[in-house]
């Protein structure tokens, strides 16, 4: 029953005097309500900002924590008011929800936090007007997505056991990984490169022959070309068959778009090894050495740019599909009109409908190539609305194709930069890490040498906040519990692959420490560490 | 023929007029647009003193019960959808709309299609605060549909029909097709008097005062607010 209906409940039940002449039956005891008093004000104080409501309003969802008696855990006696220490601006959806029965969700609102006060006033979000449901879901599956993608990050951690085979399937799909895999990336690019460019360079001409045309450059230096490109092939066909081998899943690897590219991109050479030069499958043979273009696509893998424009026109389908069609229909309606319209004059080039097609696609894109041009009037003005027309039927579709685009495109370059400062954001939270545990043992030197410290050390000590002495005392404790000490571990391989010279850096440090701890006084010797940069030095306890 | 020229004429009219729309760019329909404002009429009671006055409520009473009636109606008046909409709340089993519906009628005493605060509050100052004689007219002026003073078998029987909608389909034990009859016939055998087939008020208030159920159960309601 929706909670502004309540209200009207006292009408119903008196309409209910309609049953009673019409009763059989004598009617049930009406319940009593026992100590009915007035409608009282509420005050709920969020972080300061007030809010006031009935308390019936409150009641109409006892099962929510302002609706039950949960809320008397948050009552404050001096100020006979409700205090609740969250965010004021979200409360008032939620108070909002109490006075009309409606749950809205404001679009300014980090999804998170606001899924975060609605589960701690015990309301579920599934109950989000239908006004404001859709945003909230598409936030909510945006969220989801992006923790994916981190979790595919993850995911990329080195596992430590991984077999031969994981490892090279691993290098293939990610050259980051290691050096080796980053060598094999870089040169199967240069080589496909080199194919590509050889089987242009093929056809220039190259230089004539003395009292014979000019032969292009293929024919000319037939076995250095052919070298080139056995050379190539050899290089594909091997990183095909490597890569066959380290698919988890080679049934679906071969059925896989980038497999049957290189497929295609390495059968037509051994098609011609195998077959003869003979005089009728020649032709054939020339045709197949067009296939030899799809190494192109090879670099997709090289490129990001390139596999976002083909989930781009993978993901329009349906939009290409319009513009084919509605092209197709336009062709043909004005290719039909010029042609009748173009009946009458003598030598003219519309000479069957088909003839016409090629005018109207030249029309209709704009290119007016001028091999086909309208003689009479009436054709004439038919190819200008037909010129006209056809900007409009191009135009349509293709906002949005490029707000696809535009939307993958800006989604992958997020995501690059998510994974970039996740890591700058890991490496800030282990420098944290490292800094209260130092923090700790600090506090502990200090403690110890408390008896040979000035009062000033002393007051230095107590400086530090009341939570971090009780946190410090906690971790002393568990120290004596289990009869070990703390100690710190450094990321010394993060340091070493970052930047070498640190390294150098700290291990001459390492040695000044040791020196100075066995000569001088602790004073000196926390005064160094303090001044020393965040990360501590591992310390050898006795 | 003179249909067709003048349906002709009618045609071209029409042609002419949207192609003056192509022209100057007002294609859509927007005079649909200035209709729609008018229909939005806000309503406001009459004062407090005046309304404490004409009912048997005291202020407090009427400021809940407003307060009630405007979040759900902001404009002020109910109509008919509203008020079956809401009242069918009340009843999820079953069909609570014919019922809603005579209830309508009932409340709204100046039959202008919409219940205003003071309608409201008027009917509900009868039903919960008024006399015996008072309630049971009320009652008698929601069973005669038709208005005309008599209640007839007919009406009857919509009414029960009405009531046994709102139980629904699944009660136990199962509705059976002729039970709405069977308690019409036992209604008219209690209060129709003088067997000319219709119940005049009079008789239905005398019957009523001399049923004790009944009385008993008038009384049910008195402590609603």
């Known amino acids: ?542 | 023929m003179a249909g067709c020229t003048r349906r002709c004429k009618q045609g071209l009219i029409k042609f002419a007029l949207t192609l003056h729309k192509l022209l100057t760019g007002t294609l859509s329909k927007d005079n649909a647009d200035d209709d729609f404002e008018m229909t939005v009429v806000c309503h406001r009671p009459e004062g407090l003193d005046k309304l404490e006055a004409q009912t048997n409520f005291n202020k407090r009473e009427l400021q809940v019960l407003y307060r009630g009636f405007k979040n759900e109606c902001p404009s002020g008046a109910v109509n008919e959808d509203t008020f079956k909409q809401i009242y069918s709340q009340f009843f999820p089993h079953g069909d609570a709309s014919t019922y809603a519906h005579y209830l309508f009628n009932a409340f709204d005493t100046g039959h202008t299609g919409s219940i205003k605060f003071e309608d409201f509050v008027t009917a509900l100052s009868i039903l919960l605060r008024g006399s015996v004689t008072e309630k049971l007219q009320w009652t008698f002026n929601l069973y005669d549909i038709n208005r005309d003073g008599y209640i007839n078998k007919e009406e009857m029987m919509d009414i029960v029909r009405a009531i046994y909608d709102m139980m629904g389909k699944f009660t136990y034990p199962v509705l059976k097709t002729d039970a709405p009859k069977q308690h019409v016939d036992a209604f008219f055998q209690k209060m129709d008097k003088n067997r000319d087939g219709v119940v005049t008020l009079d008789e239905f208030i005398l019957s009523c005062q001399e049923d004790e159920n009944i009385m008993r159960s008038l009384q049910l309601f008195e402590n609603v607010i």
């Open chain 1, 1 to 542: 029953m929706a909670a502004g209906v309540a209200a009207w409940l006292p009408f119903a039940r008196a309409a209910a005097i309609g049953w009673m002449p019409v009763a059989n039956l004598p009617m049930p005891v009406a319940p009593t309500e026992k100590n009915k008093k007035q409608d009282e004000l509420i005050v709920l104080n969020v972080s300061g900002r007030r809010f006031q409501t009935w308390k019936n309003t409150l009641d109409r969802y006892p099962d929510t924590l302002l609706g039950s008696s949960e809320k008397e855990f948050f009552y404050n006696e001096e100020t006979k008011e409700y205090f609740f220490d969250r965010d004021p601006d979200v409360f008032r959806s939620v108070l909002n929800f109490y006075r009309t029965g409606k749950l809205h969700y404001p679009r300014y609102e980090c999804i998170l936090s606001y899924d975060e006060e609605l589960a701690f006033f015990g309301i579920v979000p599934e109950i989000i007007g239908d006004c404001c449901y859709e945003e909230y879901k598409d936030r909510k599956r945006e969220n989801a997505e992006r923790l994916m993608d981190d979790q595919e990050d993850n995911k990329d951690s080195k596992l430590p056991n991984m077999t031969f085979r994981e490892t090279m399937w691993r290098a293939f799909e990610n050259p980051q990984t290691s050096t080796m895999a980053l060598v094999f990336y870089y040169v199967t690019g240069f080589f496909i490169a080199v194919s590509v460019m050889t089987n242009v360079v093929e056809t220039v001409p190259c230089g004539s022959v003395p009292n014979q045309k000019e032969v292009p450059c293929g024919e000319r230096y037939t076995v250095a070309f052919f070298c080139m490109d056995t050379a190539c092939v050899m290089i594909f066909t091997v990183e095909y068959l490597m890569r066959l081998y380290a698919a988890p899943n080679r049934y679906r690897f071969m059925r896989s778009v980038m497999s049957i590219i290189d497929v295609v991109a390495i059968l037509p050479y051994y098609i011609g090894l195998v077959m003869t030069d003979n005089e009728d499958v020649s032709g054939a043979f020339v045709t197949l050495r067009v296939f030899r273009v799809f190494r192109i696509f090879k670099f997709s893998r090289h490129s990001q740019g390139l596999r976002i424009l083909g989930y781009t026109l993978k993901s329009c389908a349906s939009e290409l599909g319009f513009l084919l069609f509605s092209l197709t229909m336009a062709i043909i309606i004005f290719a039909t009109v010029m042609f009748y319209a173009e009946k009458g004059s003598s030598s003219s080039k519309f000479t069957s409908i088909p003839a016409s097609f090629w005018y109207t696609i030249v029309t209709m894109t704009t290119l007016g190539y001028g091999d086909m041009v309208p003689k009479t009037i009436a054709g004439k003005i038919f190819g200008s609305i037909c010129s006209l027309s056809g900007v409009l039927v191009i135009a349509l579709p293709v906002p949005v194709i490029v707000s696809n685009f535009s939307r993958i495109y800006h989604q992958n370059q997020r995501a690059d930069k998510r994974r970039a400062q996740k890591k700058a954001r890991l490496a800030r939270i282990r420098l944290t890490k490292t800094e209260s545990s130092s923090a700790f043992l600090h506090s502990k030197r200090n403690g110890l040498f408390n008896e040979s410290s000035t009062k000033e050390e002393q007051h230095l000590g107590k400086s530090s906040s009341l939570l971090e002495s009780q946190h410090h005392h906690l971790l002393h404790c568990l120290e004596k519990t289990t009869v070990r000490d703390l100690k710190i571990v450094i990321h010394v391989l993060a340091i070493v692959v970052q930047a070498p010279s640190l390294f150098f850096f700290f291990a001459v440090v390492v040695l000044q420490i040791n020196t100075i701890r066995l000569c001088s006084s602790p004073f000196i010797l926390t005064r160094v560490c303090n001044k020393l940069s965040h990360l501590d030095i591992r310390m050898t306890q006795g």
